[in-house]
């Protein structure tokens, strides 16, 4: 058992101090390990919130007829495994997990679940991972349109980043060891046109490997002109 706020202080970092300290006292959850490569969520009980990702990464692939599509999913994501049939459609596609690294996760269970609903902003927080979720995978579309898979892997290597990775003196690092095959999944492109697109990064020097065969994206992100929307503040 973990205390979930101490595993994962970002939850509760809106809650008033008195509250904070009230809900990390209170809310448990039972963690247990994923071993890597393909995995088959179990059933649980009607009521759990979902699964709280510590460590590790997984990919969820959504297959389509011969295609495909990959998400990444990492530490601090809650993900929903056992919700199979959440979307209708006359087209059936098959999802598939896959743990890349060891994962470590919690269970968001009856129990916790209602303990979170007693803190609207730690219910908002977590209404806010699962939109995070989303968000995330929306982006991933967005860098498959670029023509080149140049750009294709810089956008998403510099969004893993954003996400998990963290700034060295070498560069930027995300920590994780993702082969040129699972890149090319990702980014929507063959393995042969993944492992030429990131050998040009090589050459370019944007891209490098560390000593743990984790990527290391060297200089500042792409600057791809992109003009931000204007802020608007609702008075309530």
Same mark, same amino acid.
């Given at each position: 058992?973990?205390?979930?706020?101490?595993?994962?202080?970002? *939850?509760?970092?809106?809650?008033?101090?008195?509250?904070?300290?009230?809900?990390?006292?209170?809310?448990?959850?039972?963690?247990?390990?994923?071993?890597?490569?393909?995995?088959?969520?179990?059933?649980?009980?009607?009521?759990?919130?979902?699964?709280?990702?510590?460590?590790?990464?997984?990919? !969820?692939?959504?297959?389509?007829?011969?295609?495909?599509?990959?998400?990444?999913?990492?530490p601090t994501d809650i993900i929903r495994p056992w919700e199979t049939d959440l979307i209708p459609s006359v087209l059936p596609a098959l999802a598939e997990w896959r743990v890349l690294h060891e994962a470590r996760v919690a269970l968001l269970d009856v129990r916790a679940t209602t303990l979170i609903g007693r803190w609207p902003e730690l219910t908002v927080a977590v209404a806010g991972r699962l939109l995070r979720r989303s968000r995330s995978l929306?982006?991933?579309?967005?860098?498959?349109?670029?023509?080149?898979?140049?750009?294709?892997?810089?956008?998403? *290597?510099?969004? *893993?980043?954003?996400?998990?990775?963290?700034?060295? +003196?070498?560069?930027?690092?995300?920590?994780?060891?993702?082969?040129?095959?699972? *890149?090319?999944?990702?980014?929507?492109?063959?393995?042969?046109?993944?492992?030429?697109?990131? !050998?040009?990064?090589? !050459?370019?020097? !944007?891209?490098?490997?560390?000593?743990?065969?984790?990527?290391?994206?060297?200089?500042? +992100?792409?600057?791809?002109?992109?003009?931000?929307?204007?802020?608007?503040?609702?008075?309530?």
């Open positions: 058992m973990v205390h979930v706020l101490q595993v994962d202080p970002d *939850l509760g970092q809106n809650m008033d101090p008195q509250a904070r300290d009230q809900a990390s006292e209170l809310l448990r959850a039972r963690v247990f390990l994923v071993a890597k490569g393909p995995w088959h969520p179990p059933a649980v009980e009607h009521g759990a919130l979902g699964l709280l990702l510590l460590e590790g990464l997984m990919v !969820r692939r959504l297959r389509l007829g011969h295609v495909s599509s990959v998400e990444v999913v990492g929306a982006y991933v579309m967005a860098a498959q349109h670029f023509v080149r898979v140049e750009d294709r892997l810089l956008a998403t *290597l510099w969004h *893993l980043a954003s996400m998990w990775g963290k700034v060295t +003196p070498a560069g930027t690092v995300v920590p994780f060891r993702l082969t040129h095959e699972m *890149l090319g999944d990702i980014v929507g492109a063959k393995r042969p046109t993944t492992t030429t697109a990131v !050998r040009a990064l090589e !050459r370019k020097g !944007r891209l490098a490997r560390d000593r743990h065969r984790g990527w290391i994206l060297l200089g500042d +992100p792409p600057d791809w002109g992109v003009e931000q929307p204007p802020v608007v503040t609702l008075e309530v």
